[in-house]
Every structure is written in C-alpha cells, then in structure tokens.
C-alpha cells in the first residue's frame, strides 16, 4: 500500500532552516510528482510546491521563493522540503502529498502524517 | 485571504444532505478542474474529490462534487456523524507561472 512518512517534529529559532523527509513506499516513486502543503495552527492549507519525482522539476510557491527547496533522492524513494530564514509564522503542521500523477497540477492522492516545524526564540 | 472561497461553516442534522461551495476566478476554476479535500480532527487531509466529480476508490457515493463556470460544490447526501471534518476546495490557478490555491475551508457540523 502507498504509504509517505515523514520525519519528525522539529523546534527551530528564528533565522534557522529546518529540512523535512518524506519517504515514499509501496509504489514507483520516479512515476509521481510530490507536493508539499503546510497549515498554521487552526488555519488553512497552503502550498508550498512541487517536486517531480522522475527528473526533479520544481515548482514554487511565489511567496516563498527564495527560502525553499524541494529535493529528492530516488536511491531511497525520499523528498525533501527545505525552508530557510525561519519566522515565527512558519510554525505549521507540513505535509508532504503525492500527486495523482507526475503534474503539479495533479490533485494529491496520499498524504503523509505532518511534522510539526514550531519556530521559537 | 484565500483565493478560492469558501463558507466557513455548515451544519447538518443526519440523514440530511448539505452542499459547500467554492468560488473562484477565470485563472483557476474557470479553466482548470477542482479537487475537494476532507480532514477530519487531528489529522492530514484526504482527497475526497477530484477532477471536478470523481472519486477515489473507498469514498462513499453519498460525497459528490460539480463544477460550473469559475464555482464549483461539494455535496454530501445521507448525512452521517462521521462527516463531521473540515473541507477544503482545491484547484489549479494559471497565473505567477501556475501554483496550487485552496480554498479557506469549511468546518461540517453534524447536529
């Protein structure tokens, strides 16, 4: 079965970077494109972007460019979502999602669990 | 402020069938398909509907999704306690060279 399983939570102080694992199973990882989407503590989802996994295009988010960068490594079926230069308000739950086919524009079809990234000085 | 909007809040007693909708523009739902996204508390989000009406394998008939023109609508027939989550609309926007908006979600209550 698909399954993502991300790393775990993170406290982080401001002006830190955080970096996020998500490891895919159960299916052919280079075949799907993963998103990431975040969500502040009792707010919305928001994304972040996107990754393909079969030759690494991205795709970013306009307000956080600059400050992330998605990765992946196919030896170990893992995507990584980097955010640099941390503020307070981004504290948020951040899922990993994998898209329903290799487009960012593909609706995401599994979700990992979250990690909560808490940014405190 | 999201770029799709949605209610922030519907209620249901069970048994009963309640919509959600979700307005957007020409650069997202006018011209590109939407998905609907179900959380219930405490945990991630689940994909409920996509490309506008269908559903995945294991979503239940009673969920159901229509798209005309730039808003589209979620509906939830036969109401059940269990239905009781947030929900969110979700589509493809084509400006900023082309991101992902959702809408601001609707928290379901069932009476």
């Known amino acids: 079965q698909v399954q993502l399983v991300q790393s775990g939570a993170e406290v982080k102080k401001p002006g830190a970077s955080v970096k996020v694992s998500c490891k895919a199973s159960g299916y052919t990882f280079t075949s799907y494109g993963i998103s990431w989407v975040r969500q502040a503590p009792g707010q919305g989802l928001e994304w972040m972007g996107w990754i393909s996994a079969y030759n690494g295009n991205t795709n970013y988010a306009q307000k956080l460019q600059g400050r992330v960068t998605m990765t992946t490594d196919t030896s170990t079926s893992t995507a990584y979502m980097e955010l640099r230069s941390l503020r307070s308000d981004d504290t948020a739950v951040y899922y990993c999602?994998?898209?329903?086919?290799?487009?960012?524009?593909?609706?995401?079809?599994?979700w990992g669990q979250g990690t909560l990234v808490t940014v405190s000085s | 402020q999201s770029v799709l909007t949605q209610p922030p809040s519907a209620s249901g007693t069970p048994g009963q069938r309640v919509t959600i909708s979700c307005s957007g523009s020409?650069?997202?739902?006018?011209?590109?398909?939407v998905n609907w996204y179900q959380q219930l508390p405490g945990t991630a989000p689940k994909l409920l509907i996509y490309s506008n009406n269908q559903r995945p394998s294991g979503v239940p008939d009673r969920f159901s999704g229509s798209k005309s023109g730039t808003s589209a609508s979620l509906a939830i027939s036969g109401l059940q306690s269990e239905d009781e989550a947030d929900y969110y609309c979700a589509a493809w926007d084509d400006s900023l060279n082309g991101h992902v908006v959702f809408g601001g979600g609707t928290k379901l209550t069932v009476l």
């Open positions: 999602a994998r898209g329903k086919g290799d487009t960012a524009m593909a609706p995401f079809d599994y």
């Open positions: 020409s650069s997202n739902i006018g011209s590109n398909t």
